[in-house]
T-cell receptor
């Protein structure tokens, strides 16, 4: 079967760094996406990894290891507005996205 | 219109009724998707369309149908609604099917009683 695992909830402090992990087992792999979703809103794109390694984009970075079926999203200099759910999604061999249930990130002052 | 829109924003529906959720994009994207999002579960693909005139079934297609008569519109129809179809429905689009960022509409919150 296809499976995407992420922690259900994480808490971090404003100004700190947090790492959100995602492990996957899917039928094929054509890339991994991270999306951000604020409560009551639509998901918005954060990053896309297709090759192993780290992709940096401002305060956010995403890492992929295809051999380990593992990715993480790193958020630096946390701000209160970063309180949201973070969704990991893998593009399978049919180019369809398989989504994790999301990690709710709570930022405390 | 800017981006992707959905209508209605929310709806309460009696079981057994027919309902069409509308989705329109103005980005001239080739691919469009319908997802449902339920608490504790990831987004699940209902139906998709890689290009106008074609559609395909996703992970949870039963009880739903779609059409793609043109590039911009991708309506989702519930022929006879059941309570288990209570969910938040998101429409999304991408320039191409595969390896491309998906843009999401604001969602439709549907309650079936």
């Amino acid at each position: 079967g296809q499976n995407i695992d992420q922690p259900t909830e994480m808490t971090a402090t404003e100004g700190a760094i947090v790492q959100i992990n995602c492990t996957y087992q899917t039928s094929g792999f054509n890339g991994l996406f991270w999306y951000q979703q604020h409560a009551g809103e639509a998901p918005t794109f954060l990053s896309y990894n297709v090759l192993d390694g780290l992709e940096e984009k401002g305060r956010f970075s995403s890492f992929l290891s295809r051999s380990k079926g593992y990715s993480y999203l790193l958020l630096k200099e946390l701000q209160m507005k970063d309180s949201a759910s973070y969704l990991c999604a893998v593009e399978d061999s049919n180019y369809q996205l398989i989504w994790g249930a999301g990690t709710k990130l709570i930022i405390k002052p | 219109i800017a981006g992707i829109t959905q209508a209605p924003t929310s709806q309460i529906l009696a079981a057994g009724r027919r309902m069409t959720l509308r989705c329109t994009q103005d980005m001239r994207h080739n691919a469009m998707y319908w997802y449902r999002q339920d608490l504790g579960l990831g987004l699940r693909l209902i139906h998709y369309s890689n290009t106008a005139g074609t559609t395909g079934k996703g992970e949870v297609p039963d009880g739903y149908s779609v059409s793609r008569a043109n590039t911009d519109d991708f309506p989702l129809t519930l022929a006879s609604a059941v309570p288990s179809q209570t969910s938040v429905y998101f429409c999304a689009s991408s320039d191409r099917a595969g390896g491309d960022e998906q843009f999401f509409g604001p969602g439709t919150r549907l309650t079936v009683l």
